[in-house]
């Protein structure tokens, strides 16, 4: 499905016993003004302006995590409560001096605090445990409680984390079990010597294939949905011995958290999700059995699968610390894990625990997320931890299509050729034979077909996909015009190969197939058709189709940063991500019951191929120090140039912050002799501003070298919308001001002698002109240019004061009815809540359930909600149940009131007030002038009888 496709109107949800009706009614309206299908979805066309329903079955949890199949990551990021307590779980990692978790728990027992242990983490790394909180002992937050104990380093609340679903595309169905090698375009020869594998090239790891480098004698620990080990391209056996030597499984298939329980066990298996499986693919997927003739990118590693997320994809950070944890103790070499939690902040206790795995000596390589839609300052835990590798994604110059397999023939020529072609709606049932007739001098059949036109009934009718908005012509105003002369089937083609991704789906009376043939196929048949010649194609359907790989060619956005890559910086002004490698139209491996194969977008993929470069590096270098390893792939990378999402611009670079390094390149990161002392450079805000910064070049080589020294600048963007009052955050692509920092060096160029050094001291003078209140970031490259050897250093900055900014600002928090304001002393009856089996604090009805509703300027580390007795100037009772919230992004956020506080107490019939709290940029928490503050208006809350 396109980023583009969004259906708007009313939807309506039925839920019962963990499964859900989804009704849809809205309008059908792609930005190209095309109709769609939404993937597994029923739509049902009613009318020619095109209303349409859509109903699916499924599971809640899926459910949640649907909205990035409408739009990208945006809707569902908006909608995320990141950081909710909710059930009263928490993580603490323990004081030095607590032993063991019975001792804390029975400092807990000492306090009044009732606990129902969940998971204990055992490690040098962290010492800890994860508990629910049963009840407390007066009316104190459980937050403040916890943190105020001896035996308790640290706490954090429990959180549900969803596994951060790609874009799919999948291949269509098909009774093919042994399937058919690509025939036009080939992507690997037989010879596994020669990678031509297109993200192998564009990475240069084909170039250390090609010296015989895999990976060899590594371990790769994958954090993930598990691996289908049974697929013949990953090895097919789990255990010593095989590919998958190693694994557990945390979740089990229907683990749900907060609803049903974790089931553990010692297979990791997967065959319900096809996440996993996918990633491993990328890292390691063999020639021998692989039907497509790719492998991954080191072939020689072991893998360690470490399931996470069960069928519904959903987990908790407390499992993912087991998680990271066991793979750590086990002897993971690198640890992969394509998931974040969208937040922006180091201490998150994820990302603390990444950053300590890699203190220890363990790379750990993450996605960067798929938010790029919500613009600057979206980095995702655990990739903001301190060293820990964050990966973005780039678009391949390919875009591999996973179609059904049919074939034409040109007069009365028995040879036939074979092409491939993608199912629409109506699906044909059944084989079909017919030649082809070419609407295109028709008008396309936009209007009424000419009383000439010949009787399409055994005919197959050639379209262009039209862009509808522009046009004013629909795909049913065509199948109409089709249909009146008697046309049964169509064949559409678009003149670009990325429109390949979209079933197109025509709801004309009277069709019997629709499909879409890539460009090339068409303008093939066209000339044909012009040479007066009869084609004849022969389109298979019902259960007689085979699957067909085409590689065609991505001439507008391959080679460039994918719109739906996260950007960066972290809040506290760290480079993220570090690094980026293809991850946008990615062909991998897939469970064996889902297809075998399947092509994904997003950051899922980017990140377990950098995952595969490190280990090609270690095998060169004979080292998997992280420090260094993140070094070299930054320094050695190549930075791209801007795409805004629509068109590229050749002339000006992307932004660091959307790419880090760059792209990495693996064989230059290999052989490199040349090594900077730091991997990136952060000028900080205009309060902690450092205008010079200095970095050693290290020559580990035999000969000297001269470099010259330059400034890449990119473009200087606005977080925040010009002009806007209150304040809101800009979206992708940020508004661009035509303001530069100034970089200068000590010495624009210098000679590094063999085995010796030299420092190279940076000045910064941040951009002058721009408005400091909308949150300027400026970003560059620095390069080092010599006659053998290119290196860059990424830079970032913020021309503004981040602790300036707002977090709340009056007019975007307020209790609310949905998205509307509710005046003051409404009346709201509510079920009277049972502590024992407290009520989900995370959603309610919004009309009938008293909730403040959000919206932050930027991220806060900690967002707070208290009630207040009587009205704004009236007394602290506590917090409201589910809060306070930590380290967020600036989504937005709604406090339910269900008549309880985060100790348990029961409120009181009567009249209350919200105080939301939220802690600035920056800020001291225990300074009560770093916090904004905003007091809802007076309400009622009375139970029901």
């Known amino acids: 499905m396109r980023n583009s496709y969004l259906g708007f109107g009313h939807r309506v949800v039925w839920v019962c016993s963990g499964v859900g009706l989804l009704i849809d009614i809205g309008y059908i309206t792609a930005s190209n003004g095309r109709a769609y299908r939404l993937n597994g979805f029923i739509a049902l066309k009613f009318d020619v302006v095109g209303l349409f329903v859509r109903m699916r079955l499924f599971q809640i949890a899926s459910a949640l995590l649907g909205a990035q199949a409408i739009s990208a990551t945006t809707l569902r990021r908006a909608a995320d409560t990141t950081g909710t307590i909710g059930s009263g779980d928490f993580i603490v990692e323990f004081a030095d001096t607590v032993k063991s978790a019975s001792a804390f728990y029975d400092a807990l027992e000492a306090e009044g605090i009732g606990a129902n242990p969940r998971a204990e983490f055992n490690s040098r790394l962290f010492n800890g445990a994860s508990f629910q909180v049963l009840n407390a002992s007066d009316g104190k937050q459980i937050l403040q409680q916890l943190e105020a104990l001896t035996q308790v380093k640290a706490v954090w609340p429990v959180r549900p984390v969803r596994l951060n679903m790609p874009e799919t595309s999948e291949a269509p169905a098909s009774n093919d079990t042994t399937g058919d090698d ?12 020669e990678d031509t594998f297109s993200p192998h090239v564009m990475t240069q790891v084909d170039k250390l294939r090609g010296e015989g480098v895999t990976g060899k004698g590594i371990r790769v620990a994958i954090i993930d949905s598990g691996i289908d080990y049974t697929h013949p391209a990953l090895g097919g056996c789990f255990g010593p011995g095989c590919l998958v030597e190693a694994g557990w499984d945390f979740t089990g298939d229907d683990f749900l958290p907060g609803t049903i329980e974790a089931k553990p066990d010692a297979d990791p298996m997967d065959d319900c999700q096809g996440h996993g499986t996918h990633v491993a693919g990328t890292v390691a997927a063999q020639l021998e059995g692989n039907k497509y003739g790719f492998t991954g990118a080191a072939p020689g590693v072991k893998l360690a699968a470490y399931r996470a997320w069960g069928c519904r994809a959903t987990s908790t950070n407390g499992i993912l610390l087991s998680a990271f944890i066991r793979a750590f103790e086990e002897g993971a070499d690198i640890i992969s894990c394509s998931d ?50 964050g990966v973005g994604a780039v678009t391949n110059t390919m875009f591999p299509a996973l179609l059904t397999a049919a074939s034409y023939a040109v007069e009365s020529n028995k040879t036939s050729q074979e092409f491939g072609f993608l199912p629409g709606f109506p699906e044909l049932t059944g084989n079909v034979t017919l030649s082809l007739w070419s609407a295109v001098d028709a008008d396309n059949a936009c209007s009424a ?106 001439n507008v956005s391959g080679g460039y ?177 035509e303001e530069w920092a100034d970089i200068s060096f000590s010495s624009s160029k210098i000679n590094v002698p063999a085995g010796g050094s030299v420092d190279v001291t940076v000045t910064c003078t941040p951009p002058e002109n721009v408005n400091g209140t909308l949150l300027p970031v400026y ?167």
């Open 182 to 193: 690509l025939r036009r375009r080939q992507i690997t020869p037989r010879d596994a010597t």
């Open 340 to 389: 974040g939690d969208a937040g922006g902040w180091p201490s998150d206790v994820w990302s603390v625990l990444a950053t300590r795995i890699v203190d220890a000596g363990v790379p750990v390589v993450i996605s960067a997320g798929n938010d790029g839609g919500l613009g600057l300052f979206y980095a995702s835990a655990p990739a903001t931890g301190r060293g820990v590798t």
């Open 449 to 554: 077909l000419p009383d000439d036109t010949p009787d399409l009934s055994k005919r197959i009718v050639l379209l262009e996909n039209l862009d509808a908005r522009a046009t004013g012509c629909y795909p049913q105003d065509q199948g109409t015009n089709v249909v009146a002369k008697g046309g049964q089937y169509l064949l559409y083609y678009a003149k670009d190969n990325l429109t390949m991704r979209d079933e197109l789906y025509n709801y004309a009376e009277g069709l019997q197939g629709v499909g879409t043939v890539p460009p090339y196929v068409a303008q093939k048949w066209l000339s044909l058709l012009k040479e007066g010649k009869t084609v004849t194609v022969t389109l298979p359907g019902g259960n007689n189709t085979t699957v067909r790989l085409e590689q065609l060619e991505n």
């Open 561 to 737: 940063m994918g719109d739906l890559s996260s950007w960066g910086p972290t809040w506290e002004l760290a480079m993220n991500p570090q690094i980026a490698a293809p991850g946008a139209n990615i062909l991998s491996t897939f469970p064996m019951a889902m297809g075998g194969y399947r092509v994904m977008t997003g950051t899922s993929m980017s990140a377990p191929l950098v995952a595969g470069i490190y280990a090609l590096i270690g095998e060169v270098r004979g080292s998997l120090k992280p420090e260094l390893l993140r070094r070299l792939i930054m320094s050695t990378a190549k930075p791209l140039d801007w795409f805004d999402g629509k068109k590229a611009h050749p002339d000006i670079p992307a932004p660091a912050t959307q790419q880090g390094g760059g792209i990495a390149q693996v064989f230059d990161a290999a052989y490199t002799t040349i090594e900077l002392s730091v991997e990136s450079i952060s000028f900080n805000d205009t309060d902690h501003f450092i205008g010079n910064k200095t970095f050693s070049v290290n020559n580990t080589g035999s000969s000297d070298v001269s470099l010259q020294l330059s400034h890449r600048k990119a473009p200087t963007m606005y977080t925040l919308q010009p002009d806007l009052s209150p304040l809101m955050a800009a979206s992708f692509p940020n508004p661009i001001v």
């Open 779 to 945: 970003s560059g490259h620095i390069a080092l240019t010599g006659s053998n050897s290119s290196l860059v250093l990424p830079y970032l900055g913020v021309a503004g004061s981040m602790y300036e900014i707002p977090i709340l600002q009056p007019s975007q928090v307020y209790l609310a009815n949905y998205n509307n304001e509710v005046p003051a002393n409404k009346t709201y009856t509510i079920p009277r809540p049972d502590p024992a089996n407290p009520p989900l604090t995370d959603r309610g009805d919004e009309d009938t359930t008293p909730n403040v509703y959000i919206k932050p300027t930027i991220g806060t580390a900690a967002l707070h909600v208290d009630v207040l007795s009587g009205g704004a100037k009236g007394d602290v009772l506590g917090a409201l149940a589910g809060w306070p919230l930590l380290y967020l992004p600036r989504s937005d956020q709604r406090a339910y009131v269900k008549g309880l506080l985060a100790d348990g107490t029961v409120l009181d019939e009567g009249v209350y007030s919200l105080r939301v709290s939220a802690l600035r940029v920056f800020g001291d928490k225990a300074d009560k002038d770093d916090w904004d503050v905003v007091t809802t208006v007076p309400f009622n809350l009375k139970y029901e009888s």
